[in-house]
């Protein structure tokens, strides 16, 4: 499985911004999706996942009614729309897919996913 995301750029606070992830291979080996951010000397923490057949969806609470996450079954690409964008959402974004059950219903662990995207850069700065 290959991951292409793109999307990143720079943004204004309370700008919009929609980060897209391309899947190609064996997707149909593919239970469930997610975007995760790494900021400059932070952690890479979770954002939003989403089920394959993109029935449900999970977010982490600080993205909660701004972000949304979905997926797009004839294209196989997931998307984060990011709205309200703040300046603490700058950080590099990663797709990740995993193989095993996904939910829906709890956070995706970074440790747990089979393959990951290259990253794309968000910076919310005025």
């Known amino acids: 499985v290959q991951l292409q995301a793109s999307g990143g750029g720079l943004v204004q606070p309370g700008g919009s911004l929609r980060l897209s992830c391309a899947g190609s291979?064996?997707?149909?080996?593919?239970?469930?999706m997610g975007w995760f951010r790494q900021a400059p000397g932070k952690e890479r923490e979770f954002v939003a996942g989403?089920?394959?057949?993109?029935?449900?969806?999970y977010y982490v609470d600080s993205v909660k009614g701004r972000f949304t996450i979905s997926r797009d079954s004839a294209k196989s690409t997931v998307y984060l729309q990011m709205n309200k964008l703040k300046p603490e959402d700058t950080a590099v974004y990663y797709c990740?897919?995993?193989?095993?059950?996904?939910?829906?219903?709890?956070?995706?662990?970074?440790?747990?996913?089979?393959?990951w995207g290259k990253g794309t850069q968000v910076t919310v700065s005025s």
């Open positions: 990740a897919a995993v193989r095993s059950y996904y939910s829906g219903n709890r956070p995706l662990d970074s440790n747990g996913m089979d393959y």
């Open positions: 291979g064996s997707i149909f080996s593919i239970n469930g």
């Open positions: 989403v089920t394959w057949d993109g029935a449900r969806t």
